[in-house]
């Protein structure tokens, strides 16, 4: 795999093509999609800190930052949503994911490095 791909591998759709997909999601689980994004844009900016380059892991951070705000609004758009969407749902409107940095547990280490 390509250090830096510019393609998704096993997705031979263009990229607008791609978003167009995955921003028709279920919207709890585009909300998860931009967890997943933000937490991945956090491990890269923390190895990128580890590694001495502190502009790339500001610059990351600010990335993760506005996947949790796209995350977050999401979130607000499901629930908008969610008691129209009883049958669909099964009478669960949980999101498909556990936000770590919801839980605050003095006794749990910070999810931070």
């Known amino acids: 795999m390509d250090t830096h791909p510019t393609s998704v591998p096993g997705f031979d759709g263009s990229l607008k093509e791609l978003a167009r997909r995955v921003c028709r999601l279920r919207y709890d689980h585009l909300a998860a999609f931009f967890y997943h994004c933000s937490e991945e844009l956090r491990a890269q900016a923390n190895a990128d800190v580890r590694r001495g380059r502190?502009?790339?892991?500001i610059?990351?951070?600010?990335?993760?930052?506005?996947?949790r705000t796209?995350?977050?609004?999401?979130?607000?758009?499901?629930?908008?949503c969610s008691p129209h969407m009883k049958k669909e749902l099964g009478?669960?409107?949980e999101l498909p994911y556990e936000d770590v940095w919801r839980k605050v547990d003095?006794?749990?280490?910070?999810p931070l490095p």
């Open 54 to 57: 502190t502009q790339l892991s």
């Open 106 to 110: 003095p006794s749990k280490p910070s």
């Open 91 to 93: 009478g669960s409107a």
């Open 70 to 80: 796209l995350m977050g609004q999401m979130e607000k758009v499901f629930r908008l």
């Open 59 to 67: 610059l990351l951070t600010c990335a993760w930052g506005i996947a």
